[in-house]
């Protein structure tokens, strides 16, 4: 299979923002319906921006749900109590979640391994009680309702969110640009960086590379990115859950960049498409869904360490030599 | 689902229902379930190719006869799901009902049930599938405020008409009401305030509330204090818990401190098992009657009668009350005969009567439109299981019957047999909260 | 007339003074490493620390590296205080080490190790310019690939390679900072003859351009090529001086060789 | 509001030391196969959980408490041992978390399974009737039955403690904390002490979930609130520490009493704050090792 697949391979390596967004483009027509469509697209962003500081710098989070509910939060709550514009609502969602990043990241980042794991969960709970307990502002355990854009007029069209199809494209719109900046950073020095600080921290400090600030920026970074991913999301469903600041939300950014295969650069998207589509097809069929997802799940881990996509370029790369970083 | 202990066993058919799979399903429970699954994949995989082909119809004509569609997002796995999965059969049952009586000239009814997993987002995202991919026609079912109110934030962008069967004091208030909600269920502000008239002239009028720490819990506290007033109780201390804790000594002490005469216990399912429990581990039943807004059938059953010896509580629907109630006896008969003898819980009676209303209302207004049913349902006066009903004007809130009842711990005749009618409360607009609290104008 | 003179003398001195250890003493709990060592390094110059295991030669390779701080004493590179600094200031103000056990990024390729060392000196917060574009480095990489004989070898990840090849390939990362000070811990541990005598070379070949500090157990090892060697023992200063000194001092014997 | 009489003082501490009994019961069975195996054991919840099912199943088998508290923790225990050798024991050497996520989604299986097993609204479980109803302590009534739960949870830890402490196995895992290496040199089979320590561990949890079984509502989703609350016991005493587990669990139980007591929303809080001041003060735990994990 791999001669077959090695020039497809190699041309998606090359232009991968261009390749992930054509093929977006024509996602709508492989979904049963859009709204799942749209799910995938935000929660792919999710683990990709969790991904930057999983996969690629090989630190795992488990308070990333802060910075999704934030971003969504500080978006709905823009429109819903300052009747703000959308596209400044959007804005502010991803401020605040980068903020709330840099807080949290300046605290997480001096410990390590699981006990850094297990600060960010602390601290990504604290957040959680705290828009739990702002009752007045963000509707608490209700959640935030009435987060909806009214129909708007746009280069002689008139844009409606509440047609899936326009919402979609859209939404598509800011993840594009997102991934496209993803990916620059990859490719850029300080991308370099943070794989070297991944693989050895040590060495990393002996060349002259400050740790603990990489570390800190890319954790500011991966935060605004799943902020954006939030208030996208704010948007999509027109309600903020409390539970989207939830640790097991965190869980689910973990389990979508496992299974799609971390520190890959599509991977987190395949990860987070193939688990909501399971999730979404595994829950009509039984009631014991649990049970199949954990499974799967397990097998990955056991068997495709790499997650799917992961595995995919192992093949291409044992056919080839082990160069591009896709 | 084979149980190794004897506990309700909820009824694993997951999609339409047909009389002669209802025949089978006690017969063999696992092989309907498959047989289930097996037709779901095949529908799953029809829908997808429909779908895949035309990813753009968003309002596709219907040809005479196609069915009425009615989505139904309801917290199948987690916490509720006895709840849940019972509001289903109920449901199910009303279609069968409707289906045999010939539908609406011609058009039969197909229930779409999907699993919200008591998630918020879950359920908004659920609903866009029913809307968006199913094109459904109604929206009945929820079984937590939080997902009422994000299915009803869904809903009504889109004038989709949703009947709630939760509670909730907010799907009334204006900030989240529509023309196209409408609210089967009780809401905080009735249940509390009937359990209130009941209980405090009787127990005493030194109260400690326990309360979960979200809005259900504090809108409950809200209307026994209301009601309260009028009977001079005073609130010695309304403690508040994390919802879903799984201990509650820590509290107990105070409380005991306190030495109320009543303990109200405004949570609901497992923290009301869990903290009924533990109060009655540290004796506090010995001084003080236990009271709980909403006392459920479910999770009285799944917390044995030790926990719950004495406790009082409200509900909107007990299948005791059919000796009373023979509206109540014609609805638990055709419950028994559908599901092999077993008996509707009060939230799975809800889901009966919310999808009854909003057919009843299709076949008044004669069209599945959301404004003329709309119209209908806010006109409709009915008698479903519990006596009558009507949706008021302003809020489409139903106004109906309150029950109160007590738990048993001896002389049960079955496991079903586990309350005893204390009191009915008749429906009354006074017991609301007025419109303009609300902030409906008019 | 004469005053400015012995300044220009003074400041000869400091000039050709490199990096100089000044009382330094390290405990571990209650366990004493180090016991008031001060010793200077001139530029330009090899030299090697020895001692028999347990000297405390690592843990002052660590002290001068700054991996570790010393409990007291202090430090000077270039006459400045540079105690205590985050280790990344040491390799920006010119001070490279390559580590006792092999320390390379495992899975990235030997060339991309090099790259990121090198890169270290262009583009240190760059986020938005493509690395390609960075061509100097890729190429500066290149050559120091060569120069520690792994040309050939540098598409190969690195924890692929040989054991002294990775030795080789830190070399080579180390140099990448072209430090003026460059510390290796033990070069040529585990490595076969032939490697060490190519590691052998390679070092001398460096310590023309630049001063360059070894720790080695192996004495005969540094006698050949070192200027200098500096004796520790039970963590204190037991002598220093050219390898004859050295071969002369009594002290030094009696250690090594258990006489008298 | 109650004045705050030392009397209402020493029964919430009594009661925070109950509830920390738990805690420190789930926290040294996490402790013990993190510190020998490096393996974050996510299903630790899920095992507690099975536990609870068990317990109660072998009860109203076997007809006693007794029986089942022997019964279950054997149970539940092969069960891990399973675990660990099918499903773990692949993983090893590949960094911590593949066996966190791994065992992550055991849990979901398991829960599953309960669920099946028992349907899902769980069984309704009691207090066996000779150590039902209250004693007055003298400074107001406290549940027989938790009385008993801090005395179990005692004699456990100290039993752990003399099997730690003299026998060879409990060399061994000493051992083993400090530096897995030492136990190969030892030239003990690695692979059957770890699957002990995991069916150990496992076992451990099984049994705080019968001993919780009575006082709590028993359902399949019992164990994920469970779960983090014993991580948090767990990091913040310091990952492999027994010591630190039971002493964790502990204050863990009687700062949310307390804060229970005093401010009862924030009591689920408390405990989180109280974990990230330890990590940030002390990043290896009370009793962590420094440096472990690097």
């Not at chain 2, 849940?84 to 539908?103: I, M, P, S, T």
């Not at chain 3, 490199?18 to 001139?42: C, M, N, P, Y």
């Not at chain 3, 070399?171 to 070069?187: F, G, S």
């Not at chain 3, 520790?232 to 002369?248: N, V, Y």
């Amino acid at each position: 299979m791999a001669p077959l697949l090695t020039p497809v391979l190699t041309l998606i390596a090359r232009h991968r923002v261009l390749s992930v967004l054509l093929f977006l483009l024509i996602f709508p027509w492989l979904m049963p319906y859009e709204a799942l469509a749209v799910n995938i697209l935000i929660f792919g962003l999710y683990a990709v921006g969790f991904n930057l500081l999983f996969g690629y710098t090989g630190m795992l989070s488990f308070g990333h749900a802060a910075f999704l509910g934030v971003g969504s939060y500080l978006t709905g709550m823009s429109i819903v109590h300052a009747h703000l514009h959308w596209l400044i609502a959007i804005a502010i969602g991803v401020g605040a979640s980068g903020l709330v990043g840099a807080l949290m990241g300046h605290l997480a980042i001096r410990t390590r391994g699981i006990y850094f794991s297990m600060v960010t969960l602390a601290l990504g709970q604290i957040v959680y009680y705290g828009f739990y307990k702002a009752e007045r502002w963000t509707g608490g355990e209700n959640g935030l309702r009435g987060v909806t854009v009214p129909a708007f007029e746009f280069a002689g069209l008139t844009i409606d969110f509440t047609n899936p199809v326009t919402k979609y494209y859209v939404m598509l719109g800011f993840v594009a640009i997102a991934l496209g900046l993803v990916s620059r950073i990859l490719a850029s020095p300080f991308g370099a960086v943070i794989e070297a600080i991944r693989e050895n921290e040590k060495r990393a400090a002996a060349c002259g590379y400050d740790v603990a600030r990489s570390k800190l920026l890319v954790f500011v970074l991966s935060a605004a990115i799943c902020g954006l991913a939030g208030s996208l999301r704010a948007i999509h469903l027109s309600v903020v859950p409390i539970d989207s600041l939830h640790y097991l939300q965190s869980g689910q950014a973990v389990m979508m960049c496992l299974l799609g295969g971390m520190g890959t650069f599509f991977g987190p998207f395949v990860g987070a498409a193939v688990f909501l589509y399971l999730e979404d097809v595994v829950t009509t069929l039984t009631r014991h869904w649990m049970a199949v997802v954990g499974t799967i799940f397990m097998v990955f881990i056991l068997f495709f360490p790499r997650g799917i996509w992961g595995s995919l370029i192992g093949r291409w790369e044992r056919a080839t030599t082990p160069s591009a970083q896709t | 689902m084979s149980t190794l202990i004897p506990a309700p066993t909820p009824n694993p058919e997951h999609s339409t229902s047909h009389a002669d799979q209802h025949a089978d399903q006690h017969a063999a429970p696992q092989a309907n379930m498959q047989a289930t699954s097996r037709r779901r994949l095949l529908q799953a995989g029809a829908a997808g190719t429909v779908l895949a082909g035309a990813p753009f119809a968003i309002n596709i004509v219907r040809a005479q006869g196609a069915p009425i569609k009615i989505g139904f997002p309801t917290p199948l796995t987690g916490a509720f799901s006895a709840e849940a999965q019972d509001q289903v059969r109920a449901a199910e049952l009303a279609v069968k009902e409707f289906n045999d009586g010939g539908g609406f000239n011609g058009r039969k009814v197909e229930l779409l049930v999907r699993d919200d997993k008591l998630n918020p987002g879950e359920a908004a995202s659920r609903t866009l599938e029913l809307i968006e991919k199913d094109k459904v026609d109604f929206i009945v079912g929820s079984l937590s405020a939080a997902t009422q109110l994000s299915i009803n934030a869904v809903t009504r962008e889109r004038k989709v008409i949703f009947n709630s069967i939760s509670q909730s004091d907010a799907i009334n208030e204006a900030k989240d009401w529509s023309p196209y909600t409408f609210h089967e269920a009780l809401n905080p502000h009735m249940t509390a305030g009937a359990v209130a008239r009941y209980a405090f002239p009787k127990y005493g009028k030194k109260v400690v509330y326990l309360t979960a720490d979200y809005a259900y819990g504090h809108e409950m506290v809200r209307g026994f204090e209301r009601a309260g007033k009028a009977l001079g109780a005073t609130t010695l201390a309304d403690i508040r818990h994390p919802l879903g804790a799984a201990d509650y000594s820590a509290f107990l002490p105070r409380i005991q401190a306190l030495k109320p005469d009543i303990l109200v216990l405004c949570n609901f399912g497992r923290d009301l098992v869990n903290s009924a429990k533990q109060a009655t581990d540290f004796g506090l039943k010995e001084s003080t009657r236990l009271v709980a807004p909403v006392l459920l059938f479910t999770s009285r059953v799944a917390g044995g009668a030790d926990a719950f010896e004495g406790v009082v509580g409200g509900t909107s629907y007990y299948w005791g009350m059919e000796d009373s109630i023979p509206a109540a006896k014609a609805f638990n008969d055709k419950f028994r005969r559908a599901y092999g003898g077993a008996v509707p819980s009060d939230y799975g009676a809800l889901g009966y009567a919310g999808v009854r209303s909003v057919l009843q209302a299709v076949v008044n207004a004669k069209s599945t439109d959301s404004d003329k049913v709309a119209d209908a349902l806010g006109r409709l006066e009915y008698n479903w299981y519990k006596g009558n009903q009507f949706y008021r004007k302003c809020d489409h809130q139903s106004v109906q019957s309150i029950i109160i009842v007590e738990s048993k711990s001896k002389g049960m005749k079955d496991k079903n047999d586990v309350f005893s009618v204390a009191s009915i409360e008749a429906p009354s607009e006074s017991n609301l909260r007025s419109c303009s609290e609300l902030g409906h104008k008019g | 007339m004469n005053a400015p003179l012995i300044q220009r003398h003074a400041m000869d001195v400091q000039a050709d003074i490199l990096i100089e250890a000044r009382h330094i003493s390290r405990q571990f709990g209650a366990f004493q490493a180090l016991t008031d060592i001060s010793v200077q390094f001139r530029a330009k110059h090899l030299c090697a620390i020895i001692g028999p295991n347990g000297a405390g030669k690592s843990t002052f390779f660590n002290i001068l590296s700054g991996a570790i701080a010393p409990s007291s004493g202090s430090v000077l590179f270039q006459g400045q205080d540079i105690t205590g600094l985050e280790p990344h200031e040491y390799a920006r103000r010119g001070i490279a080490k390559s580590f006792q056990i092999t320390n390379v990024f495992k899975q990235l390729s030997a060339h991309e190790n090099v790259r990121v060392a090198v890169q270290m000196r262009h583009a240190r917060f760059d986020f938005f310019s493509p690395r390609a574009k960075l061509a100097g480095v890729a190429q500066t990489a290149q050559a120091l690939l060569e120069r520690v004989g792994l040309a050939s070898l540098g598409q190969k990840p690195a924890g692929d390679l040989a054991h002294g090849q990775q030795r080789s390939l830190e070399v080579a990362m180390a140099l990448a900072a072209d430090p003026q000070l460059l510390l290796m811990d033990e070069p040529t541990a585990g490595m076969s003859p032939e490697e060490t005598t190519v590691m052998m070379d390679l070092i001398t070949e460096l310590a023309a351009e630049r001063t360059v500090i070894l720790v080695e157990h192996k004495m005969k090892l540094v006698m050949g090529i070192c200027k200098t060697l500096i004796v520790l023992h039970h963590g204190q200063l037991l002598a220093q001086g050219s390898p004859e000194d050295i071969r002369a001092n009594p002290e030094v014997r009696r250690v090594y060789l258990g006489q008298g | 509001m109650v004045e705050l009489t030392p009397q209402l003082l020493g029964l919430q501490l009594v009661t925070g030391v109950a509830l920390g009994a738990i805690y420190a019961l789930l926290a040294v069975g996490l402790s013990l196969i993190f510190g020998m195996l490096t393996v974050v054991n996510f299903a630790h919840g899920a095992f507690f959980m099975v536990g609870a099912f068990l317990g109660i199943y072998f009860q109203t088998l076997t007809g006693s408490f007794a029986l089942s508290l022997v019964i279950t923790p054997l149970v539940v225990g092969s069960v891990g041992m399973l675990a660990e050798r099918f499903l773990v024991r692949p993983l090893y050497g590949r960094g911590i978390d593949y066996p966190l996520l791994l065992t992550f989604g055991l849990s979901y299986v398991l829960i599953e399974l309960m669920r099946v097993l028992f349907g899902i609204e769980g069984l309704p479980s009691s207090t066996p009737a000779m150590l039902r109803g209250s004693v007055d302590l003298g400074i107001g009534r406290f549940p027989l039955y938790r009385l008993v739960l801090i005395g179990a949870t005692a004699a456990v830890v100290l039993g752990l403690w003399l099997m730690i402490e003299k026998t060879r196995f409990g060399l061994i895992i000493r051992a083993g904390s400090r530096d897995p290496e030492i136990v190969r040199v030892l030239g003990v089979d690695v692979a059957r002490v770890w699957l002990l320590v995991f069916g150990l561990g496992t076992a451990i949890a099984g049994l705080s979930g019968v001993l919780a079984a009575p006082t709590r509502a028993v359902n399949p989703e019992m164990g994920i609130t469970v779960l983090a609350e014993s991580f948090v016991v767990t990091v913040v005493g310091g990952m492999g520490s027994l010591m630190g587990a039971v002493v964790a669990g502990l204050l863990v139980g009687v700062v949310f009493s307390m804060t229970s007591l005093l401010a009862p929303e924030f009591a689920e809080l408390s405990i989180f704050v109280l974990m990230a001041l330890v990590l940030l003060v002390r990043p290896q735990g009370l009793f962590g090792k420094a440096g472990l994990m690097g």
